[in-house]
């Protein structure tokens, strides 16, 4: 299963739950578990990606607010 790459993460993190849900319940035949768990797996990466590009902006404008050791040093 290929997640469409306009879903949210929240929606991702939904969609994950309502597939681990089914999962637990155990109400699948063997190839709807199969399937329910190639779509958990394509959400939860999702989630992934989308938190990790959400930390890569948060650290890089981080490293760009924060003064050098040569600027903090520097007199007015």
Do not use: N
């Not at 699948?28 to 199969?34: E, K, N, P, T």
């Not at 990606?49 to 930390?55: N, V």
């Amino acid at each position: 299963m290929s997640t469409p790459p306009e879903v949210s993460y929240e929606r991702a993190l939904e969609l994950l739950d309502k597939k681990l849900r089914e999962l637990e319940d155990g109400q699948l035949s063997l190839d709807d578990s199969l399937k329910a768990y190639e779509e958990a797996k394509g959400y939860l990466k999702l989630c992934h990606e989308r938190l990790d590009a959400a930390r890569s902006r948060i650290e890089v404008r981080g490293e760009a607010a924060a003064p050098t050791a040569a600027e903090a040093d520097a007199p007015f």
